[in-house]
């Protein structure tokens, strides 16, 4: 893939750490050997230690090359404890947060949050919230942003596009469709895109008249309020956003029309439905999803993800570090 050989390239050359909560997992760990081999990134495997060595041991990995912790091994577990306590400070009593830190996904948040690793790549075992909420508790989002959201990076050949959000809101009002919009513009820029962005609806320009037409008419207004330099245009279907031809009959004078490469959709069910169908109809492959609008990379795997999936996006995670 066109974007995955530039970025590891890039990469290479500053190494980033990247944690990986879930070391007993085949597809972790062929993944994390891949990039560890290749020189890409400097991985840390987490898990408990008979599981991982297990896993290790079918697949002839060699743990030690990969920095290998089992957080109830480790040595510094009352600094990471004390730095929880403080950035949690009146939410957790010192039972609780160790009672976290022994969750794999606490563990590997408190290692980025703490600087000794760079981002964290999760999901593959476990579900999208249970990599998320550490997140959000510690790493939290970025001024400006009230939430995170899912975006997928959608690859074939040097084809790209993104689509959001696809993972974490299951409704959007217009305010946060229009975040929405904003930082996935952000986030096409940062990987070489010029973003025109549409905002996706089952109506082109008012051609339709509900309230859900509205909602996303409203976001694109708030959209370029909050980035007036961000190319964007909605309501589109996406035919309109996407076919020139039917961009002509249908918004003549839009930017965007015909010529879109960030999608963003009006709710979670039309976007997961929507990115899978573009994956499995269109021959793309979808890495993500980003985590987008954190302090600090952390990203989810999807749980019937591949080994190749993973190790597009541990590149994409240790990018997003050196940006």
């Known amino acids: 893939m066109y974007l995955i050989d530039q970025l590891k390239i890039k990469v290479s050359e500053k190494c980033p750490t990247i944690v990986f909560p879930e070391g007993e997992d085949e ?6 050997k891949r990039l560890k081999d290749e020189k890409i990134l400097n991985p840390i495997v987490l898990g408990d230690r008979q599981e991982v060595e297990a896993t290790a041991k079918k697949l002839n990995v060699n743990l030690d090359e990969l920095n290998f912790i089992d957080p109830a091994e480790y040595a510094e577990i009352d600094e990471l404890k004390e730095a929880l306590l403080e950035r949690r400070k009146g939410k957790l009593d010192d039972v609780r947060a160790t009672n976290l830190l022994k969750d794999v996904n606490y563990f590997g948040t408190m290692l980025v949050y703490t600087k000794k690793a760079d981002g964290l790549v999760s999901g593959a075992v476990h579900t999208t919230g249970e990599t998320v909420k550490p997140a959000l508790q510690i790493i939290k989002t970025q001024e400006g942003f009230k ?10 050949g040097e084809e790209m596009y993104i689509a959001a959000d696809c993972a974490i809101n299951i409704e959007h009002d217009a305010e946060s469709l229009a975040e929405v919009a904003v930082i996935t513009g952000r986030t096409a820029k940062a990987f070489g895109m010029d973003p025109k962005v549409a905002m996706l609806s089952f109506s082109t320009l008012g051609s339709a008249s509900h309230e859900l037409v509205d909602k996303v008419a409203n976001a694109t207004v708030l959209a370029k309020e909050m980035d007036p330099e ?27 029309a015909g010529h879109a490469n960030v999608f963003i959709f009006p709710s979670l069910e039309a976007g997961n439905i929507g990115y899978k169908l573009i994956q499995r109809f269109g021959g793309f492959e979808a890495v993500g999803p980003i985590l987008q609008g954190l302090n600090a990379p952390v990203n989810d795997l999807s749980r019937g993800c591949n080994e190749d999936e993973v190790y597009s996006l541990a590149i994409i995670t240790a990018a997003q570090s050196i940006m």
Request: proline share 5%.
């Open 27 to 32: 597809r972790i760990l062929g993944a994390v």
């Open 147 to 156: 939430r995170t959201s899912g975006a997928f990076i959608l690859l074939k």
């Open 230 to 256: 961000l190319v964007v245009d909605g309501d589109l279907q996406f035919d309109a956003a996407f076919v020139p031809e039917v961009a002509a009959k249908k918004a003549p004078r839009s930017e965007v």
